[in-house]
């Protein structure tokens, strides 16, 4: 079904892939919420490497600011994995 040329690029984006993953553990990324209050810190690979808030924050506003400044830290993630992952198949992929 596959030839050995297209199961050398096969193998060649997955250990490209698995850089591209590698590199992205080493990204980071910040969103913030409330001009800075909030701080979200997620890698490349969106796993959530830190949390820091004011403490003078009122809590009823605390879990609204942390999902704000989250999701501005996850998009980040979002679009720079997605960079990464057409990097890594650029050239091996048609049209990448």
């Not at 590698?22 to 990204?27: D, G, Q």
């Not at 796993?47 to 999701?71: C, E, G, M």
């Amino acid at each position: 079904m596959f030839g050995n040329g297209m199961m050398k690029k096969l193998q060649e984006m997955q250990e490209k892939t698995e850089i591209a993953k590698e590199k992205l553990n080493n990204i980071k990324l910040i969103g913030e919420a409330n001009e800075g209050a909030v701080r979200v810190e997620v890698n490349g690979n969106g796993v959530i490497t830190a949390l820091n808030f004011s403490p003078d924050i009122d809590l009823k506003d605390l879990n609204r600011l942390i999902i704000l400044a989250a999701n501005r830290a996850l998009e980040q993630a979002y679009r720079t994995r997605e960079m990464e992952m057409a990097q890594a198949a650029r050239g091996i992929i048609p049209g990448m």
